[in-house]
């Protein structure tokens, strides 16, 4: 089931940034923060009352001059709509009702999606209550008022999301489907190669509209499995792109990524690695994912002997975080290979929800120490006394050891490696925690 979205829609200076970043902090138990490839924090997965979902900050819509309500604005608010499951709409209290608020509150109306109405600035409810009545005429609902630099009614609004969430029962159990994200850069292929795919396997259960999520996701059934794609290309706008439109791009990606079970992490073979690539390729490796670099148009590149193989080494040169991740080449245009592409995500998903025995793993780890000795400092040797294996997508290993400071980068990707000699992972990153534990505390266990 996916992560419900959240997203806060107001006009400027009405606090939108400073309540999103007291709600994406330590006090409602914060997941994971992830910041979007411009730097910027665009979203944050955060937990209230036992349910996790996504906060987008949507600081970035501005308008272009005093009329409030222009097209860029409009552009920057649907988008954030779309995206939703529900909405905050933040207002300020100081202010009254604007006209921009009314503006903006026919615009959410029409949405259809729940709204949660919220006057910000309330730093004295006592005294500011009399001003909550006005808000009523907005004809959203109960207006919450709240100060988000002091955290004062923060608790009710949280709940009040909460109720609106999409009950779990009203999602599909997409338990039995791998959901596989297209990522990359704009016109590097992703639109063409799901079009292909929908077009040339008729096995198609049916199609979903991005309902939520601006990017349209397709169930797909074929003999290899049941599948659901997501295209990340978004909206294309002719008009002249702005920094804040790319921002929202970007959201788009990162959201799928998150949603996503496998990326296929689409590359240009006539270009070839972009620094653009290499952000997008970076993000799905921090979150986790299992990856698959698919390098698009190779029915463009001349050939010679070796073309192929060097291709390959210079992806990896340029994407060395990667070196887990398969390379396949295709085409989009004629189809070429993209009926192999199933059977390597059948594989990387699997890999990428992998579970190892912990007294097979603490054998690999054992053989490893014995070939290659832990370092050591001042006298101080690193003791590795075990691991477990604690999570999937991607596996992730806790190793118990005697001084974490010890424990190098070059030891841990050594580890890291023989992990991937002797259980193969191709396509997931692997991930391993550090834990101290004292020689008295390991005689104890056995170690």
């Known amino acids: 089931m996916s992560k419900p979205i959240v997203a806060i829609i107001g006009k400027p200076n009405v606090g939108k940034s400073t309540f999103f970043n007291y709600l994406a902090g330590s006090r409602i138990s914060i997941v994971q923060d992830t910041p979007g490839v411009t730097r910027d924090r665009v979203y944050a997965e955060t937990n209230w009352r036992g349910r996790d979902f ?41 202010q009254g009702v604007t006209a921009a608020d009314k503006e903006i509150a026919l615009m959410l109306k029409r949405s259809g999606k729940p709204i949660v109405l919220v006057c910000n600035k309330a730093d ?62 704009p016109n590097v292929g992703k639109s063409s190669l799901i079009n292909k795919i929908l077009g040339e396997n008729r096995a198609i259960v049916s199609d979903i509209a991005g309902t939520t999520r601006d990017a349209i996701d397709s169930e797909f059934e074929n003999d290899k499995g049941k599948y659901i794609l997501i295209d990340t290309a978004g909206v294309r706008k002719k008009s002249k792109v702005k920094e804040s439109i790319e921002k929202y791009s970007i959201m788009r990606t990162l959201l799928a990524i998150e949603r996503a079970d496998v990326c296929l992490m689409m590359i240009d073979a006539v270009e070839g690695v972009t620094d653009q690539d290499a952000k997008i390729a970076g993000e799905a490796h921090e979150a986790g994912k299992g990856v698959i670099i698919v390098v698009n148009k190779w029915d463009a590149v001349e050939k010679e002997t070796g073309t192929l193989e060097n291709y390959k080494k210079d992806i990896y040169q340029k994407l060395k975080y990667l070196s887990y991740a398969p390379i396949i080449f295709i085409s989009a245009l004629t189809g070429q290979r993209v009926n192999k592409l199933f059977d390597l995500i059948n594989q990387v998903a699997e890999q990428n929800s992998m579970r190892i025995k912990t007294s097979v793993l603490n054998q690999v780890i054992n053989e490893a120490i014995a070939i290659v000795q832990p370092p050591s400092d001042k006298g101080r040797r690193l003791r590795i006394y075990y691991g477990t294996q604690v999570s999937t997508k991607p596996p992730t290993f806790v190793v118990f050891v005697n001084d974490k400071k010890l424990f190098h980068f070059s030891y841990e990707r050594y580890i890291v490696n023989q992990i991937r000699k002797e259980f193969g992972l191709v396509g997931t990153p692997i991930r391993i925690i550090a834990r101290e534990k004292s020689d008295k505390e390991a005689q104890k266990e056995g170690f």
């Open 54 to 94: 996504t906060l987008i900050d949507t600081g970035g819509i501005e308008p272009d001059s005093d009329d409030i309500i222009l097209s860029q604005m409009r552009e920057q608010a649907n988008l954030a709509i779309a995206m939703a499951d529900v909405i905050i709409f933040l207002t300020d209290i100081r």
């Open 124 to 185: 004295n409810i006592e005294k500011d209550k009399d001003e909550i009545y006005e808000f009523y005429n907005l004809g959203i609902g109960e207006p919450y008022p709240i100060s988000a630099t002091n955290a004062i009614g923060i608790g009710d609004v949280l709940d009040a999301i909460y109720e609106k969430f999409p009950k779990s029962d009203e999602n599909e159990n997409d338990d039995d489907k791998i959901k596989v994200a297209v990522i990359g850069k």
